[in-house]
Each structure stands twice: as C-alpha cells, then as structure tokens.
C-alpha cells in the first residue's frame, strides 16, 4: 500500500511560482495515476491534474489547465506540481492521491483510494 506525503507549501506573495512535490514509499509508485486536488475553506475539494503511470499522459482540469503543469520522476517516486506565478485565489491545502485502478487517473476524488495530508499553500497579496 502506497503512502503519500506533500512538500513545498507555505506562505508566499501573489506573482511567486510554486513547486510542490508529492513523495511516495510503499508499493510500487510506477503502478498508480497521481492527481493533483485543492480544497479551498468552504469549498469542495476540486481536480488540478492528474498524470499516467508512466508520466506520458498528463491532463489538467478546467479553468486552471493553463496554470500548472504536473511531472513525475519515477526514479525518485515523486510526481512535482509547478506553478509560475500564483494568484490570492491559489489559496487552498493542495492534496496528492494515488489511483491504482486507471492507467491515466481521473478529475474524480472518489476515485483515488489513496492520499496525502496535504501540504497548505498561502497566497498574499
């Protein structure tokens, strides 16, 4: 069973990039999908990305697609969330989760059985 821990939040101005890193142990990280979630106070919790097994096929949810981009380093069993520039908006406890069901992984919570704790991410302005 895969375990999975975020790194890389924090406090940080508006038009600050980001790198989170979600680093998993346990399993064998090349069998799962990993998506990318953010969950906002009051709000559900909603898809960033999400990338293939063997990190050829990311995808990204709507209206954020053109914002992040998700990578993952097999070798280092790590999948990396970046951001150029982050807006007060980004504010959010960003999650990574592991899918060993679908090759590609899915926009769908529900559909991940595994997660991290969360790492949080503080935009100021």
């Known amino acids: 069973q895969v375990q999975l821990a975020e790194s890389g939040g924090g406090l940080v101005q508006a038009g600050d990039p980001l790198r989170l890193a979600c680093a998993a142990s346990?399993?064998?990280?090349?069998?799962?999908?990993i998506g990318w979630f953010r969950q906002a106070p009051g709000q559900e919790r909603e898809f960033i990305a999400a990338i293939s097994r063997s990190g050829s096929s990311p995808y990204y949810g709507d209206p954020i697609r053109y914002q992040f981009t998700i990578s993952r380093d097999n070798a280092k069993n790590t999948v990396y969330l970046q951001t150029n520039s982050l807006k007060p908006e980004d504010t959010a406890v960003y999650f990574c989760?592991?899918?060993?069901?679908?090759?590609?992984?899915?926009?769908?919570?529900?559909?991940?059985?595994?997660w991290g704790q969360g790492t949080q991410v503080t935009v100021s302005s």
């Open positions: 989760a592991a899918d060993a069901i679908r090759e590609y992984g899915s926009s769908w919570p529900h559909d991940y059985a595994y």
């Open positions: 346990g399993g064998t990280f090349s069998s799962y999908a």
